[in-house]
C-alpha cells in the first residue's frame, strides 16, 4: 500500500501540467485567430451579408461557450477528464479538417446570390456540420481541460493549494500568448496566403497539442468520473420545488445533513446559512420514509453550495452588457474597408 501511495504523489504537479499547456495554447491560437477572422470568411467565401456574417459568428461562439457545459458534465459523470479532452480534441481536429477541405474546394463554395445567405443543400450542411462541430469540440475541450489541469494538484495540502492558484496564472498565460501569435501569423495567413492555409495550420497546431496530452498520460493523476455538480444543483431545485408548501423547521439543525461518520471522502461541511431559505426546504426530511434519496430530501451542504452559486449570479450576470460589446467588436469592426455593408445596414 506505501508503494501505491507514494507512485501516486510522484504523478501530478506541474511536469504534469506542461502537457496541459501545450495544448491549451496551440488549440487556443487557432480558434482566437478563427474568431476573429470567420466574419470574413463568411461573408466573402460563403457569400453571407454582414448581418448574416456577423450573426453566424455570434451564434458560433455562443455556442460554444455553452456547450462547456456539456464538457464539465461528461468529464464529472462518465469519462475522466483525461478522456474527455481526447474525444473532444479528436472532434475539434476533424472539424478544422472539414472546414480545410470547404475552404479549398471551390465547388464546397455557394454561388454568390446577393441575399442574406447563399447556403443551401448539401453544401449548407456540410458547412454548418463542420461547424457547429468545431463548436462542440472546442465547448468540450474548454470545460475540461483546466480542470484536468487543477486536478494535478492536492488543495488539501498548503503547497498543492499555492501551486494550484500559480498553476491558473501559467495557464492564462500560455493562451494569452497563443492567442497573441494567432491574431498576428495565422490571421496574416487567411487573409494574404489563403483561408485553406490558415485552417490547416489550426488543424496541425491542435493535433500536436493533443498528441503532447496523450504523452503526458503517465505524468497524470487520473480523477475518475462520479456524481456531477449540475446533477446536485438539480436535485436541490427540484426538491425545494416539490417542498415549497411545507414549513421550515424553527431550528435548522432540524435540517438534514449526514454526520461525519457518514460522509464519503475529502467532502466538507458547510455550515447553514439564513440567505436563500426557500432552498432550505429541499432538506427537510420527508415524514414517510426514514430512508434518505437523493431526489427526495438534500443535505444542508448540498444547499448551502447552490446558495453559493446563487450569490455568484450577479457577478456572471454583469458579465453579458461586456460580451454584447466584444461581440461587435469581433464582428462588425472586422470589415471597416467594407464601406458599403455599413450603409446597408443603416
Same mark, same amino acid.
Given at each position: 500500500?506505501?508503494?501505491?501511495?507514494?507512485?501516486?504523489?510522484?504523478?501530478?504537479g506541474f511536469r504534469a501540467c506542461t502537457f496541459v499547456f501545450v495544448l491549451s495554447a496551440l488549440e487556443n491560437m487557432g480558434f482566437i485567430?478563427?474568431? $476573429?477572422?470567420? %466574419?470574413?470568411?463568411?461573408?466573402?467565401?460563403?457569400?453571407?451579408?454582414? +448581418?448574416?456574417?456577423?450573426?453566424?459568428?455570434?451564434?458560433?461562439?455562443?455556442?460554444?461557450? /455553452?456547450?462547456?457545459?456539456?464538457?464539465?458534465? $461528461? *468529464?464529472?459523470?462518465?469519462?475522466?477528464?483525461?478522456?474527455?479532452?481526447? %474525444? #473532444?480534441?479528436?472532434?475539434?481536429?476533424?472539424?478544422?479538417?472539414?472546414?480545410?477541405?470547404?475552404?479549398?474546394?471551390?465547388?464546397?463554395?455557394?454561388?454568390?446570390?446577393?441575399?442574406?445567405?447563399?447556403?443551401?443543400?448539401? $453544401? +449548407?450542411?456540410?458547412?454548418?456540420?463542420?461547424?457547429?462541430?468545431?463548436?462542440?469540440?472546442?465547448?468540450?475541450?474548454?470545460?475540461? /481541460?483546466?480542470?484536468?489541469?487543477?486536478?494535478?494538484?492536492?488543495?488539501?495540502?498548503?503547497?498543492?493549494?499555492?501551486?494550484?492558484?500559480?498553476?491558473?496564472?501559467?495557464?492564462?498565460?500560455?493562451?494569452?500568448?497563443?492567442?497573441?501569435?494567432?491574431?498576428?501569423?495565422? %490571421?496574416?495567413? #487567411?487573409?494574404?496566403?489563403?483561408?485553406?492555409?490558415?485552417?490547416?495550420?489550426? *488543424?496541425?497546431?491542435?493535433?500536436?497539442?493533443?498528441?503532447?496530452?496523450?504523452?503526458?498520460?503517465?505524468?497524470?493523476?487520473?480523477?475518475?468520473?462520479?456524481?456531477?455538480?449540475?446533477?446536485?444543483?438539480?436535485?436541490?431545485?427540484?426538491?425545494?420545488?416539490?417542498?415549497?408548501?411545507? *414549513?421550515?423547521?424553527?431550528?435548522?439543525?432540524?435540517?438534514?445533513?449526514?454526520?461525519?461518520?457518514?460522509?464519503?471522502?475529502?467532502?466538507?461541511?458547510?455550515?447553514? !446559512?439564513?440567505?436563500?431559505?426557500? /432552498?432550505?426546504?429541499?432538506?427537510? %426530511?420527508?415524514?414517510?420514509?426514514?430512508? +434518505?434519496?437523493?431526489?427526495?430530501?438534500?443535505?444542508?451542504?448540498?444547499?448551502?453550495?447552490?446558495?453559493?452559486?446563487?450569490?455568484?449570479?450577479?457577478?456572471?450576470?454583469?458579465?453579458?452588457?461586456?460580451? !454584447?460589446?466584444?461581440?461587435?467588436?469581433?464582428?462588425?469592426?472586422?470589415?471597416?474597408?467594407?464601406?458599403?455593408?455599413?450603409? +446597408?445596414?443603416?
Amino acid at each position: 500500500m506505501g508503494d501505491k501511495v507514494a507512485g501516486i504523489k510522484q504523478k501530478g504537479g506541474f511536469r504534469a501540467c506542461t502537457f496541459v499547456f501545450v495544448l491549451s495554447a496551440l488549440e487556443n491560437m487557432g480558434f482566437i485567430a478563427n474568431g $476573429i477572422s470567420m %466574419v470574413l470568411y463568411f461573408k466573402n467565401e460563403m457569400h453571407f451579408d454582414i +448581418a448574416g456574417a456577423s450573426n453566424t459568428l455570434t451564434n458560433f461562439f455562443g455556442s460554444t461557450f /455553452l456547450l462547456c457545459l456539456v464538457g464539465g458534465f $461528461i *468529464s464529472d459523470t462518465y469519462l475522466s477528464r483525461f478522456a474527455t479532452c481526447l %474525444v #473532444f480534441g479528436t472532434l475539434e481536429v476533424l472539424s478544422l479538417v472539414m472546414l480545410t477541405i470547404q475552404a479549398y474546394s471551390k465547388s464546397l463554395h455557394p454561388p454568390d446570390c446577393g441575399k442574406s445567405s447563399c447556403l443551401k443543400g448539401a $453544401i +449548407a450542411a456540410y458547412f454548418y456540420g463542420s461547424l457547429y462541430l468545431y463548436s462542440l469540440g472546442c465547448g468540450g475541450n474548454r470545460g475540461t /481541460l483546466p480542470a484536468l489541469g487543477a486536478g494535478q494538484f492536492d488543495e488539501n495540502d498548503p503547497k498543492g493549494a499555492k501551486a494550484l492558484a500559480s498553476y491558473f496564472n501559467f495557464y492564462l498565460f500560455a493562451t494569452t500568448l497563443a492567442a497573441m501569435i494567432g491574431v498576428t501569423a495565422i %490571421v496574416y495567413v #487567411f487573409i494574404d496566403q489563403g483561408w485553406w492555409l490558415g485552417f490547416l495550420i489550426s *488543424s496541425v497546431a491542435t493535433l500536436i497539442g493533443l498528441i503532447a496530452l496523450a504523452i503526458g498520460k503517465p505524468f497524470y493523476r487520473i480523477q475518475q468520473p462520479g456524481e456531477s455538480p449540475l446533477v446536485r444543483v438539480a436535485q436541490v431545485i427540484v426538491v425545494a420545488i416539490k417542498n415549497r408548501k411545507l *414549513s421550515l423547521p424553527d431550528n435548522p439543525e432540524e435540517l438534514y445533513e449526514i454526520n461525519k461518520i457518514e460522509r464519503v471522502g475529502t467532502e466538507e461541511r458547510i455550515p447553514h !446559512t439564513n440567505q436563500f431559505r426557500c /432552498l432550505d426546504k429541499a432538506a427537510i %426530511v420527508p415524514k414517510d420514509s426514514t430512508a +434518505a434519496a437523493p431526489w427526495r430530501v438534500c443535505t444542508v451542504t448540498q444547499v448551502e453550495e447552490v446558495k453559493i452559486l446563487a450569490r455568484m449570479m450577479p457577478i456572471l450576470a454583469s458579465t453579458i452588457i461586456m460580451n !454584447t460589446c466584444l461581440a461587435q467588436l469581433q464582428t462588425l469592426s472586422d470589415t471597416p474597408q467594407e464601406s458599403h455593408s455599413f450603409s +446597408a445596414l443603416a
